[in-house]
């Protein structure tokens, strides 16, 4: 496909003409800023929270990074241990979400800190205290320290009306424990907990879900809780909830929670390990927006492991249930996604060798699942590198942004001084264009956890700064973790720029998306792009959509006019291309990783595969959580290379690729270029 025709282009306009002058209208999405708190109470529960990844490379001297699950209890914990803290951070972080309903009242501290650097969480507390910053919404707010369970319970148990039992026997009672924490202000509680009379010291046990679901419920017992069982207790949790909470409108339609059961409870009791984390630090946000929370298996053509004897395909029929009813409740509006695919514990090879379901493979079906009912991925959750994703409950309070504009495009003065451009102003044929994005930083908690302190810590790298960069960051967070993206945009560098990740304002398949939640999506989009200066789409994937619709890449034309990029294996021939005038191409499936000396073999690779393709000297290479210094090396080993001669199997020829990284305007300025020469 080459250029679109004007008369096409005037269609498009003509079709989304009338949203985007809706859209412009309510363009600036800042809301007024909350005034900070005076105090802000602060309960460290480090010691309650395992680190898995850290646990299973200290367990196999750094070769696994997740260990089988009969590995031993790590150090100085037995499985009651174990157990014991995984029923106190249910409790917490569900009163946690009650307490900071209406203003920062809660914070807590899950991870530990690692030699001179602060934990995560102290972290993101530091930088919000730093006076004379924008980001430092905190700096005249007392921090009064909590020291134990009962310090915790004399200052917040008057603020709760009591707890909600969920029942060991059937885990999913732990999601609808939680739904009910946010419709009744209770926090939750396992029944038979070593700290219940911590506990019921203090707050009533005003429901139970115990006993409730039978595990052995024929279709018809008359005495089950809902009106047509399913025969399995598992699912008969979730109806219930559904008819009972769901459907009623108690709950937040709009908040849907895809977050683990009680599974690791039932590992703990059986002496097992878990695989990952246990979504427990996640429930804030949960219980503090009344959302409904679940975990179903999104497979039709495999029996979960969780619950092996349920007919086959029944997980996945609630799961869309669940999604029918909150989309009907919601009007057809759009609905956030808070969590992910359990993918290490449950669903996948990796957690059941019963499985044929690769973790990629079940993330996207449930993304197209939830895609065609107006659901998006924002938060993100369980197993990332060991750290939850915490305190949300108190970062959503942070004031928003100030509005951006989108970087000026370079001028052809400039280009052509560096070499990019002949004095013609033509694209120089002495070299190969380098697009480097970061990624994946399209939902709340890889951003939250891993960008500036933990792991690679990429925002907070020496290295950054030194090479251009395009970061993938969904402006639409800004709805949950305002205070860190003010902070990232303070402390940006000239080498660094912010494009949108997949695929809009967060992670949805658009083509999944009816016509009307699509044009509900475009509106989301544009507000958040247009208020901070986002005009490229940086990664766009489409799930189990395949490729992309027309229509609905002609729509992103007018959200992303600089230059759109989609996965390679989603992207229609040809490529790179004019798309209503916006140029258009693909991103590799094959991402950095490994090593730097890997890396620029992946480069070589594909350069030479887009040489015989006949493709022009334009690459876009993705890297998941690296290093700012990973990129680094990368290209000093491309420029190390460059001194080498190439020999192509197909001719007698001498390359001397050049490859040379640009910032993304430079990339897409460059490419409009070579596609109207």
């Known amino acids: 496909m080459s250029k679109l025709p004007q ?24 809301p007024a800023p909350n005034a900070p708190p005076d105090t802000l109470y602060l309960f460290d529960v480090s010691n309650l929270h395992l680190n898995h990844y850290e646990y299973c490379l200290a367990l196999t001297n750094g070769e696994h990074d997740r260990c089988p699950t009969d590995s031993p209890p790590p150090v100085g914990k037995s499985y009651q241990d174990l157990l014991r803290d995984y029923d106190t951070l249910m409790f917490v972080t569900t009163l946690q979400g009650i307490v900071n309903r209406d203003r920062p009242r809660l914070y807590l501290n899950h991870d530990h800190a690692r030699g001179d650097a602060p934990s995560v969480d102290m972290f993101w507390l530091q930088k919000f205290q730093e006076p004379h910053q924008p980001y430092g919404w905190l700096a005249q707010t007392k921090i009064i320290n909590l020291n134990s369970l009962k310090e915790l319970l004399d200052i917040f148990a008057p603020s709760v009306r009591g707890v909600v039992l969920w029942d060991t026997a059937v885990p999913s009672t732990l999601n609808v424990a939680t739904t009910i924490a946010g419709v009744e202000d209770l926090a939750v509680l396992r029944d038979d907990s070593d700290i219940t009379p911590e506990i019921t010291a203090y707050l009533k046990v005003k429901k139970s879900l115990v006993g409730m679901f039978p595990l052995k419920a024929p279709i018809q017992n008359q005495k089950s809780k809902i009106q047509n069982p399913s025969g399995s207790a598992k699912v008969d949790a979730y109806l219930w909830a559904m008819e009972n909470y769901l459907e009623t409108g108690q709950t937040n339609p709009t908040v849907l929670s895809y977050i683990e059961d009680g599974w690791p409870a039932v590992r703990y009791t059986h002496q097992q390990m878990t695989r990952g984390g246990v979504y427990a630090m996640e429930r804030d946000y949960v219980v503090q927006q009344r959302g409904f929370a679940f975990d179903l298996s999104p497979l039709s053509d495999e029996l979960p492991l969780d619950d092996p004897t349920q007919r086959l395909g029944l997980d996945m029929e609630t799961l869309e249930k669940i999604h029918v009813t909150a989309s009907r409740q919601a009007k057809g509006g759009l609905l956030k996604i808070w969590g992910f695919y359990p993918w290490y514990e449950k669903y996948s090879t990796l957690a059941d060798p019963q499985s044929k379901c690769l973790p990629t493979t079940g993330e996207w079906k449930y993304s197209w699942l939830a895609s065609r009912y107006g659901g998006y991925l924002e ?6 590198q060991g750290v939850a994703m915490s305190n949300i409950s108190i970062h959503q309070f942070a004031p928003h942004p100030r509005p951006r504009t989108a970087p000026a495009m370079p001028s052809e003065k400039s280009l052509i001084e560096l070499g990019y451009l002949t004095p013609e102003g033509k694209v120089s044929p002495n070299h190969t264009f380098l697009l480097f994005y970061m990624g994946d930083y399209d939902i709340a908690h890889p951003v939250h956890t891993l960008l500036a302190n933990y792991a690679t810590a990429p925002w907070i790298d020496e290295k950054r700064g030194q090479i251009p960069l395009a970061w993938g960051l969904n402006p639409g967070m800004v709805e949950e973790i305002p205070g860190i993206m003010t902070y990232l945009y303070a402390t940006q560098s000239d080498k660094d ?7 809009g304002a967060g992670y949805i398949n658009p083509d999944g998306l009816t016509k009307i939640a699509f044009l509900r999506w475009l509106w989301r989009s544009y507000r958040y792009y247009h208020t901070y200066g986002y005009d490229i789409m940086g990664f766009m994937i489409n799930g189990d959509g395949g490729p992309m619709s027309q229509k609905r890449i002609d729509a992103f034309t007018l959200l992303t006019p600089t230059g759109f990029l989609s996965i390679d294996l989603q992207t229609d021939e040809p490529w790179p291309r004019f798309q209503s005038g916006m140029p258009l191409s693909a991103v590799p499936l094959r991402a950095f990783g ?3 000396d890997s890396s620029a073999e992946l480069v070589d690779q594909i350069y030479n595969e887009y040489l015989k393709q006949g493709r022009p000297p334009f690459m876009v290479f993705r890297s998941a959580f690296l290093s ?6 990368v290209r000093e080993r ?17 390359l001397h690729p050049n490859y ?6 430079t990339f897409f300025f460059l490419m409009k270029r070579w596609l109207e020469q």
């Not at 005037?10 to 809706?22: A, E, P, S, T």
């Not at 720029?497 to 695929?503: H, M, Q």
């Not at 040379?660 to 305007?665: E, G, R």
């Open 7 to 30: 008369a096409n282009l005037h269609i498009v306009i003509f079709r989304y003409g009338l949203f985007f002058l809706l859209a412009c209208s309510l363009c600036t999405v800042i």
């Open 379 to 384: 938060g993100g959750g369980g197993d990332l």
């Open 497 to 503: 720029y912010f494009v949108s990740p997949n695929s």
């Open 594 to 596: 490994g090593t730097p």
């Open 628 to 633: 700012t210094t990973f990129l680094w090396n």
């Open 638 to 654: 491309l420029q190390a290379h460059d001194t080498e001669e190439r020999i192509l199997d197909s001719q007698d020829e001498v």
């Open 660 to 665: 040379t990284v640009v910032d993304p305007y």
